[in-house]
């Protein structure tokens, strides 16, 4: 009986503890004005922490009898600020000084995760090291790749399983040889939320987290509105290469025809949400649940919800419902908790049948799924995923992929899926990309108003030596399947941008360009068709309706006429500065001159109608990778 007492006193002490706290929140700006994303912000004395927002707003619960916050932030002086209310605003300062190696130190972090106060924290060269951890000693590891230290303590345990397809950068194409480029469209954009967590968390991120056709597409491009019977428009403009003068570039720019919001179909949407064991962390499972009911408040009252788990097994958790009864649907997502294995195939099947059995012609019919992609019981191989998936989408049924978390994220898996199975992809790495993804775009996301889009352009080799696509190298196709409409494509949301540039070697130039043994049979040839003489390339794009299988042709052909570069759009310099700084991240061999400063200059000459602030937040960004990228 006494225990009892014990134990009962001991949980009451617990209880009042936990509701002895206030809530603190402000924002944080630099000297200029300017919100800061990112920055760490701890109760000093404890592990509690949290991170500031895109807009440079915070929330922390504080407990009683601390009454000292911490900000901290690469390239700022660090702060304590005494809490005299419940409104806590602070100006961080620059500090020039250079960083010295940090110890971090992680304290009550579940195995196969990372506390957000320790990615806060870390080193400006800190970098995951993917090492397993002491458990039973206090001791130091530095990782292959960085300088930081990473100090365990002696009840913790970790591994970093985070996965990421290796990427091999395209190269320079003789246009004698290879005179036609292919590609799939891609208007993902996980890439670059993905790589934003890293900068903010202090770190750059691994190579093959950047893929630069997401992080120039994840800005919206001010292109004109299609007028014609086609439901896109296009947009070339060439000029200068800024990281090579002697070469030029070729942006390409497609906009989508927005719908009439006023007379929508209805949807019928199935959230797949992983709930195992890996999905506990705040910034999972939590920020998951806060990021469906926002796109839950966005739906018509015609729209269906459903809700399908998965962790050792999947089940249906709330049967089709209207979004006019949101609250059934918000008390449905409050009840899910994380816990078991991953059996993600069984989930991905039963979500589809779910769809399929609840299917609105002429609607929109869309799986979400939500997870970390650490499938690991069942159907598990990304194989057999891609396999489950392309049969799944002959229903007429869309995907869209939400990652979220660190540690043991699983990011080549899910983008390959998404690739599969007619979906977009987003990493959710904080409440604002989702409301980003899911207030702001919502509508480009989640409505698709052509599938199977291809382009296809062949260069003219009276006007262009060689060439080379930035980016899309997961999304390159064979030059036959242009015109064969049994290939999958990527699809093309209501409103969506989609960027591709071309760096290209012009006839003439003095620069020497990889070509392969000459053939033994036949020779190529060039026209002497002074037709073709005033032609740089030829442009075509072939895309689906939604509700066709045969595709449409449209072909526009590009002049070779050149602007000079202080004369070409925001849309031309920005998505340059973004291609340069994916390559710089990459360090790729074709980064030529580029610079983090050079990068910065074109970015901030560019930014053009800011509105929402996401192109400030790219000029901020680039400033930290400069500093991380400092031996």
């Known amino acids: 009986m006494k225990n009892i007492i014990l134990i009962f006193a001991i949980i009451s002490v617990f209880s009042l503890q936990s509701f002895a706290q206030i809530v603190v929140s402000g924002i944080v700006i630099d000297e200029d004005g300017s919100t800061l994303p990112g920055v760490s912000v701890i109760v000093k004395g404890t592990n509690i922490g949290t991170m500031t927002l895109i807009n440079g707003e915070y929330s922390i619960r504080v407990p009683e009898g601390n009454n000292i916050l911490i900000f901290s932030y690469i390239a700022m002086k ?100 290879n005179p036609v480029s292919t590609l799939s469209i891609d208007v993902d954009n996980a890439a670059y939320s993905n790589v934003r967590r890293f900068i903010n968390g202090s770190q750059l991120p691994p190579k093959g987290s950047v893929r630069v056709e997401e992080m120039i597409n994840y800005f919206n491009y001010d292109y004109p509105n299609p007028t014609g019977e086609h439901p896109f428009s296009f947009v070339t403009e060439v000029s200068e290469c800024p990281w090579n003068k002697e070469n030029k570039l070729i942006h390409v720019g497609i906009q989508g025809k927005k719908i009439d919001y006023d007379n929508l179909k209805p949807s019928n949407l199935v959230f797949l949400i992983d709930v195992s064991g890996s999905m506990s962390s705040a910034n999972k499972l939590p920020l998951l649940k806060k990021s469906f009911m926002m ?32 609250q059934t649907i918000k008390d449905a997502l409050n009840k899910l908790n994380a816990g078991g294995s991953t059996a993600g195939g069984a989930g991905i099947k039963l979500a589809y049948d779910i769809a399929k059995k609840n299917l609105i012609e002429d609607g929109n019919n869309r799986v979400i799924l939500a997870t970390d992609g650490d499938f690991n019981t069942g159907v598990s ?96 196709l064979a030059n036959e399947d242009f015109n064969n409409d049994k290939k999958d494509a990527g699809e093309l949301g ?90 710089l991240l990459r360090d790729s061999e074709f980064k030529g001159t580029s610079t983090y400063e050079m990068v910065a200059k074109l970015a901030k000459g560019s930014k053009g109608n800011d509105t929402e602030g996401y192109r400030d937040e790219f000029i901020r960004m680039v400033s930290s990778a400069k500093l991380l990228s400092k031996k």
């Not at 993917?130 to 960085?146: A, D, E, L, P």
């Not at 049924?397 to 898996?413: A, C, E, P, V």
């Open 494 to 583: 209501a409103g969506h941008t989609v960027t591709a540039i071309y760096e290209v070697v012009p006839a003439g130039a003095r620069q020497n360009v990889n070509t392969s043994a000459p053939l033994k049979y036949q020779t190529t040839e060039v026209s002497e068709n002074d037709v073709y003489n005033d032609e740089l390339m030829t442009l075509k794009f072939r895309y689906k309706p939604i509700k066709g299988n045969k595709s449409i042709l449209i072909e526009k052909t590009v002049n070779n006429t050149s602007i000079a570069f202080n004369e070409t759009s925001n849309n031309f310099r920005f998505s340059a500065s973004v291609a340069a700084f994916g390559m």
């Open 295 to 326: 796109l839950v408040d966005e739906l018509g009252d015609r729209d269906k919800i459903s809700i399908v788990v998965y962790a050792g097994a999947a089940g249906l958790v709330l049967p089709p419902t209207f979004a006019s009864d949101k």
């Open 381 to 476: 191989s990304t194989d057999a995923m891609i396999e489950l998936i392309e049969e799944k989408r002959k229903d007429g049924i869309f995907l869209t992929i939400l990652g979220f978390g660190m540690g043991n994220y699983k990011d080549g898996r899910m983008e390959q899926i998404s690739n599969a199975g007619n979906g977009n992809y987003f990493y959710i790495d904080n409440i604002k990309e989702s409301e980003k993804v899911f207030v702001k775009e919502m509508r480009a996301n989640m409505f698709t108003i052509a599938k199977d889009v291809k382009i296809q352009i062949e260069f003219n080799p009276t006007n262009v030596k060689s060439y080379r696509l930035i980016g899309y190298e997961n999304r390159l």
């Open 78 to 177: 660090t702060q304590e600020v005494t809490i005299k209310g419940f409104t806590v605003n602070v100006v961080m300062k620059a500090d020039e000084n250079e960083f010295e190696d940090v110890v971090v130190t992680a304290v009550g972090v579940r195995r196969g995760q990372y506390s957000m106060q320790s990615l806060a924290m870390g080193n400006s060269r800190n970098n995951y090291s993917g090492q397993r951890r002491n458990n039973n000693k206090r001791r130091n590891k530095k990782s292959s790749q960085n300088n930081v230290v990473i100090s365990s303590s002696d009840n913790y345990t970790d591994y970093n399983t985070e996965e990421y397809d290796k990427i091999e950068s395209n190269s320079f194409k003789d246009v004698k040889q």
